[in-house]
């Protein structure tokens, strides 16, 4: 996927305000999400962010002049059937992104038949962008196993299966929830400190985790691994994630099968995926250091090591009830770049289906807490308070260690670097919501 004239950093768009600096969505990203105008009952349709505004792919199929070939891949477009879109494969997304790269470029014969199908990003609501089949959940940021691990086993931070086999668990596919969607804080069993015996009730350690949200975009047959050679072509995009985690009930019941409630209560991810060719100016080498053990073949490629990671840049922001009272913005809370994951979204891909395991378009990977080595790079509050021994200050004097009623969890992801726009995989925010009465 080599980069091209979709991603020149010179082109500019017709549309106001997609040119402007700092513009989360300039012509070079055109990230796809199901959307519809608000507040009617119009069937959910595929949409472009562009500038501050969605090209409606419903309106613009029927009334534009597209090529001969691109009129075909519009059609599961128009009526918000991304998996259907996905299926057409990767020479099909390259197509549609050259050919809504054209349409939107200064310049366009087609802008006087797009300017109807514009519609202000604040004027639509949002669906999930497919049906999520199946959510498992990597553990690929190492700085965030490394602490977490050092909180529990200070003498033995990283197990040793850590730096040979990516890390991961089933998660839930129907908690999967959209940005700005409450979160009920939920209710579980707990132990607390030398307590004898558990009790039931609030959670009273609920966190959030800093994370990437991987989708897949082609399918693989049950008992056929896809090799590491191919794995990239398995992804469609990246989202945003947040993994949200009750530290409490995760304690007492993660052993010995991992995270099972402490999990399943919700995952919040946005409603944009930006696709992989979106991202192609920001691939990175993979890059494993020679003392560290080199990946097991199936694992390792060419490929793999010239161009697997990714350059993507994330931040935490955290708004208190009082802050908003006050009227001060969220307050960033961490930074951290996915070039610290351990492993890389093809090795994922290739370690999930190394037994066979088939994926199925609409699958959602997340890649586990994406933190960075700084203490103020916590991709969580687990971490950024010490397990919660250490207090974060805020504006106007409150603390927090773990999240409180009416809490606004903000994340966010972009890619800048050299010779390249710069893109954002846009945000999601969740606001706390207080328990329902447990017993
Ligand atoms: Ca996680």
Known sequence: MPIDATHDPALKSWVPGANDAGCDFPIQNLPYARLRPRGGDEPWRIGVAIGAQVLDLAAAAGQVPWPDDVEPLLQPLAVGDLAGFMALGRPAWKAMRAALSAALAEGSEQAPFLEPCLLPRSAVEYALPCRIGDYTDFYAGIHHARTVGSLLRPDAPLLPNYRWVPIGYHGRASSVVLDGSGIRRPCGQSRAGDAAEPTFGPSRRLDHELELGLWIGAANELGRPVPIEHAEDALFGVTPLNDWSARDIQTW?????????????????????????????????????????????????????????????????????????????????????????????????????????????????????????????????????????????????????????????????????????????????GRVLPAHAGR
């Not at 694992?299 to 009227?327: C, F, H, K, W, Y």
């Not at 809490?407 to 995989?425: F, K, T, Y």
């Open 253 to 429: 019941e993660y052993q010995p099968l991992g995270p099972f409630l402490s999990k399943s209560f919700a995952t919040s991810i946005s409603p944009w995926i930006v696709t992989m060719e979106a991202l192609e100016p920001f691939r990175r080498p993979f890059v494993r250091a020679a003392d560290e053990p080199q990946p097991l073949p199936y694992l390792d490629s060419e490929s793999n090591r010239a161009r697997g990671s990714i350059d993507i840049r994330l931040e935490v922001r955290l708004q208190t009830p009082r802050m908003r009272a006050a009227g001060i913005a969220p307050v960033r809370i961490s930074h951290s770049s996915a070039l610290d994951m351990y492993w890389t979204p093809a090795q994922l891909v290739a370690h999930h289906t190394s037994n066979g395991c088939n994926l199925q378009r609409g699958d959602l990977l997340g890649t586990g807490t994406l933190s960075g080595p700084g203490r103020d790079q916590g991709g969580c509050l687990l971490e950024l308070t010490r397990g919660g021994r250490e207090p974060l200050a805020l504006p106007g004097g409150e603390t927090r260690t773990f999240l409180e009623d009416d809490d606004l969890v903000v994340l966010s992801a972009w890619c800048e670097g050299p010779g390249a726009a710069r893109i954002a995989l846009g945000s999601v925010e």
